[in-house]
């Protein structure tokens, strides 16, 4: 875990606490046969931040959070939570981390409750009252009560996304990681999400690694921003830095202006 930090993380369930967990990736590189993803990558992001990840589509957003809870590992480099290195199964085991994937991944079969409930009946972690409790406690922060009987296809874009954040919580995670939290929703929709992820950084100490495109997003709720293009980490610095961005790189990526002249979907790579 890094260094110097004594914060813990507070169940919104319980009153146990348990450290809240540092992430650590050091010169992680990432291929898919030839094709290179992530070259070198290093940041630490402390026990409790919250830390905005942000970057042009494929650049390997996604790819980098599926690292940091194992579901890809290394080509070469280190992922470490906690200390522990993330593509061993055991680190996911003895930390509890959620990951809230870019399109909900909810399963279209259950209702809301049931698909909060499932993670607890599979692990068994509580009796069918106490599972009641934590859901019905989950849905209450997310301001879904009403919605707990309904299915997935019953649901509008911003409410999945906070059912999925819901479905995270149920299990009570040192870390959360979330994979365009706002992307589709209205600006007023995406304000909301951002004031929830604040939240629940602020009152469950929650570790958190998010990932947008949301330029208010990150300006209002992170700690820090990290930029990553063409599989590099370009900048990492508070977000302040991003109002009046020196890089020609981060200015384009943030303030884009259209050119008709010189249109840039002329210039994408196939
Ligand atoms: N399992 C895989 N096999 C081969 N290539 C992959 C795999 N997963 C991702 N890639 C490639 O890695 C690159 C980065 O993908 P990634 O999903 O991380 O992008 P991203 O930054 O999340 O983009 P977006 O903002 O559009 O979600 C893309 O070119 C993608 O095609
Ligand atoms: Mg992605």
Redesign the pocket.
């Known amino acids: 875990m890094p260094t110097g930090s004594t914060s813990s993380t507070r169940s919104p369930f319980t009153d146990n606490e348990s450290p809240a967990v540092g992430v650590e990736l050091d010169k992680l590189s990432k291929s898919?046969?030839d094709?290179v993803?992530l070259k070198d990558v290093s940041f630490k992001v402390e026990p409790g931040e919250i830390f905005v990840l942000m970057?042009?589509?494929?650049?390997?957003?996604?790819?980098?959070l599926k690292h940091i809870v194992g579901l890809e590992a290394p080509t070469s480099g280190r992922v470490l939570v906690d200390g522990k290195d993330a593509s061993d199964p055991t680190t996911r085991e003895q930390v509890r981390m959620a990951l809230v994937f870019?399109a909900g991944a909810l399963f279209n079969s259950l209702s809301v409750y049931d698909n909060l409930a499932l993670y607890l009946r599979e692990h068994r972690i509580a009796s069918e009252s106490a599972i009641r409790e934590k859901v019905e406690r989950a849905l209450q922060i997310l301001s879904l009560e009403n919605a707990s009987a309904k299915f997935p296809s019953e649901l509008s874009g911003g409410m999945k996304k906070r059912v999925a954040i819901a479905r995270a919580l149920v299990m009570e995670p040192q870390l959360m990681l979330y994979?365009?939290p706002t992307s589709e929703l209205d600006p007023l929709m995406s304000a909301t999400i951002s004031e929830i992820i604040a939240t629940l950084k602020d009152e469950y100490h929650v570790t958190s690694i998010v990932?947008s495109?949301d330029r208010d997003l990150a300006l209002n709720i992170s700690d820090r921003v990290g930029i990553?293009m063409g599989g590099q980490l370009i900048h990492v610095g508070p977000p302040a830095e991003l109002r009046q961005p020196t890089d020609p790189r981060i200015a384009d990526f943030l303030n884009p202006k259209v050119d008709l002249k010189n249109p840039r979907f002329k210039k994408l790579e196939t």
């Open positions: 898919f046969g094709f993803v970057g042009p589509s494929g650049s390997g957003k996604s790819v980098l870019q994979d365009e990932v495109h990553l």
